[in-house]
């Protein structure tokens, strides 16, 4: 973080202490932002900071955590009087209340082009050899063989991190740190030995061996998805930050510590798959720990949210992390519901039975009782389901405990209709009872087709696992979107990767007790699980560009993103329709292009900074920074002036008086030069668009590699939308198209 002289750094900033809840005499939980330590009085050992530290403390036993290099400050328990006394001491500078976080595959390699179709790796996108990646989450379940470090290299010499497992748990090579960050609970007290940080949630071993897990023959799900699990850097090495306890609750303070240790640990890359509700960056521990991280050199993948497809639901949503959104691959666990004579919906469900089975078909839902028709817990009492197919309607009530429900009442199987807004997304559960969940629009006609008949019947058969499904990939219904709530100039979500349906390890037996000697592994979705997918991408560009930022890291993923599905039609949404910026961010991933992008968007600390200062005071971005900041009127930038791989504008409701919109960006060349190489612009946009976009110049030459050239975008508004316009910008050489996608608004208010 560097050494400041105190005169040079905040005055006495009490503008972050918060109204705080809680009654005068309650501990509570905060992070304190403080000065850095005054070396002459404290050294610059961490037992002179942590000294520091606790000088601001009423007694030993209330400090948390002592932030090195991603705040400069620490985590305590303190009472509302005692945190108004440390607010008034010399070296103070905020107080923020602690906050929760929420945690949010053998097929993915092959659906991303990573591996061939016999399993081989793609050798021009590499396996991430000698990358780092440090994982936040719940933990890991080290003797999984996902975590083998079977002829893997040592890391690099620069790591420095540590195991907390006993014995050989963590191998050198593969798992090679572990540690525990939970503050409360399950902690360890002062000088007792260090708690393993083993998983006792799943979703820790789960995400970690989707980033960098090595290759499992054999995984499967209750017999389906068989093949060779295997994560999308095999051959990056692993860190596990415990920061999550077993219900996958994250305190902030213990996040931050988390962050705080990878960097100190030398990780390259950090996978988060938490998110809270968006709030200012200099209140959010997260925002400025990747600040740090990023600052630092380390890329960062967070996960963009489970709240879709609500507008403006979007987590993570700072420039400096890469926010992930997600999608479906190409795979479907079928189970076939047929009605009536010929007429068949593919339904998914992981229990896949040997025989089909065929039953008189009842919806209880048709009856006016309330809420039966979604199949609750003794919600079936007084209807007659005995050997009957039932028709549920999926809702907040777990798929398993509706077939639990049926199965009590003596149905013969159950068939789960979505939501209107889950549309055509689907999931298979390992259910207790021959099930299949079926799309929305398929519920809906087999509630139409016993309408009309006195007699409806149905058949659900097992078609076990089933490749090359279509459309695919499509963005899912959970997927939190944007637009950007805090910096609508930013475009989030950044990209889209795999995140439904995912299969990776997994510490316990899923589904019925059973005795199986195989590994184990699950199925689930989430951007928790997307996430991963990209933490690895991005260790796959590093292994191979290693002097490269994280900025670039990021601009390489979002500029060579695919825009159509497999198909060659444009990526859809749950409803089927045309996914828009807001939904799939730049595009879906496409690692093998993602290494070679031909230009980058590279983006400084200092660009960051200007940013910030385009957002909030001096002082609140002091805190973000970790050093005193004076946000100069030339030194502040619109938000969508930042360097960013993708653009968003808006004009004001007085627009037919407004002058058009310059948008400035750098690219920087990576590509081969031989001797020089020319790309020329395309501009993407509705031919019925309000609006005109222009690019100048019209052609950028690059003559060496890491050569930069400015170009200018130009909107001129014509008329106005109730809507986004949306399109891109791509810029075209012989060899490469760099795409950065556009988003103007129009402000109704």
């Known amino acids: 973080m560097g050494s400041f002289k105190l005169s040079l750094l905040f005055p006495l900033l009490t503008f972050l202490l918060l109204a705080i809840v809680t009654a005068g005499d309650d501990l509570g939980t905060y992070v304190i932002h403080v000065q850095p330590q005054d070396e002459r009085l404290f050294g610059t050992t961490d037992d002179g900071r942590k000294a520091w530290h606790q000088s601001f403390l009423p007694e030993h036993g209330r400090l948390l955590h002592s ?75 080290p003797d999984h063989p996902s975590f083998s470090g079977f002829g893997m290299m040592p890391p690099p010499a620069k790591w420095k991190g540590r195991c907390d497992f006993n014995g050989s748990a963590c191998n050198g090579h593969k798992l090679i740190g572990a540690r525990t960050f939970i503050s409360s609970g399950n902690s360890s007290a002062p000088g007792a030995a260090p708690v393993p940080p083993i998983d ?88 400025i720990g990747t600040f740090a991280a990023v600052e630092k050199g380390i890329f960062v993948s967070m ?25 479906t691959m190409d795979r479907l666990i079928s189970a076939q519901v047929t009605i009536g004579d010929s007429l068949s919906f593919d339904g998914e469900s992981l229990y896949q039975p040997d025989n089909s089975v065929a039953a008189p078909l009842v919806y209880p839902g048709a009856n006016s009782t309330l809420s039966v028709q ?79 008949t006195t007699n ?61 000697l195989r590994p184990t592994f ?93 957002m909030y005071k001096s002082e609140e971005v002091s805190v973000i920074a970790r050093r005193a900041v004076n946000c100069s009127a030339d030194m502040a930038i619109p938000d969508y002036q930042l360097n960013y791989p993708s653009v968003s504008v808006s004009f004001p409701p007085t627009w037919s008086s407004s002058p058009p919109i310059s948008v400035g960006r750098t690219v920087t060349n990576v590509g081969e030069v031989p001797p020089e190489v020319i790309y020329y612009p395309e501009v993407e946009i509705p031919a019925d668009s309000p609006v005109n976009v222009t690019v100048f110049p019209p052609e950028l030459l690059f003559t060496e590699t890491n050569q930069a050239r400015r170009f200018e975008i130009s909107v001129e508004a014509k008329n106005s939308s109730a809507g986004a316009v949306q399109g891109a910008i791509r810029w075209v050489s012989d060899n490469h198209i760099v795409r950065i996608p556009i988003s103007v608004t129009f402000a109704t208010h």
């Open 522 to 614: 699950n199925i689930l979705s989430g951007t928790s699980m997307s996430t991963p997918h990209l933490a690895g991408v991005a260790a796959l560009i590093k292994s191979k560009h290693p002097d490269w930022s994280p900025a670039a890291i990021k601009s390489a993923i979002m500029t060579t993103a695919d825009v159509t599905d497999r198909s060659g039609t444009p990526i859809l949404d749950e409803q089927h329709k045309a996914a828009d910026l807001f939904a799939v961010g730049a595009g879906h991933v496409n690692p093998d292009k993602a290494v070679d992008p031909g230009l980058v968007f590279d983006i400084s600390p200092d660009d960051y900074i200007g940013y910030l200062c385009g």
């Open 200 to 287: 006792g949630h799943g979703h820790g071993t789960h995400t970690s061996s989707t980033a960098a897990g090595s290759a499992v023959p054999g995984a499967q799900v209750q017999g389906q998805g068989n093949g060779t699990a295997s994560g999308i850097a095999p051959r990056a090495h692993l860190a596990m930050y415990k920061v999550c306890d077993a219900s996958g609750a994250c305190a902030g303070v213990d996040v931050l510590a988390g962050i705080d240790a990878a960097v100190s640990d030398g990780c390259d890359v950090i996978s988060m798959s938490l998110g809270f509700p968006p709030r200012p960056f200099y209140n959010d521990s997260v925002a």
């Open 303 to 327: 996960a963009a949210g489970n709240a879709g497809p609500r507008n403006s639901s979007i987590l993570n949503e700072a420039p400096w992390m890469l926010t992930v959104a997600a999608s």
């Open 456 to 516: 409806p019947m149905a058949n659900i058969s097992f078609r076990g696992t089933v490749l090359g499904t279509s459309p695919a990939p499509v963005i899912t219904f959970f997927s939190s979107r944007g637009p950007n709530v805090h910096s609508p100039g930013i475009l989030k979500p950044d990209i889209t990767g795999p995140g439904v349906n995912v299969i990776a390890a997994w510490p316990f037996q899923v589904g019925p007790p059973s005795i199986d």
């Open 374 to 452: 979604f199949c609750g817990n003794g919600s079936l009492d007084g209807f007659d389901v005995k050997n009957k197919i039932v028709l549920c309607d999926s809702g907040n009530i777990p798929p398993v405990e509706k077939g639990a429900e049926v199965l009590r009442a003596g149905g013969a199987g159950i068939i789960l209709g979505n939501q209107f807004y889950q549309a055509y997304i689907t999931s298979p559960v390992a259910h207790v009872l021959p099930a299949s969940q079926v799309t929305y629009a398929a519920g809906v006609e087999i509630k139409n087709y016993i309408n009309s």
């Open 67 to 141: 932030y090195h290099h991603v705040a400069s400050g620490f985590a305590a328990r303190l009472t509302r009087r005692e945190l108004e006394a440390v607010s008034t001491m010399p070296g103070f500078v905020a107080a923020v209340p602690d906050v929760i976080y929420h945690v949010q595959t053998t097929h993915t390699p092959q659906f991303l082009g990573l591996d061939t179709a016999l399993g081989v790796r793609n050798l021009s996108v590499g396996s991430g050899e000698g990358v780092i990646i440090g994982v936040l989450d719940t933990g890991v379940f």
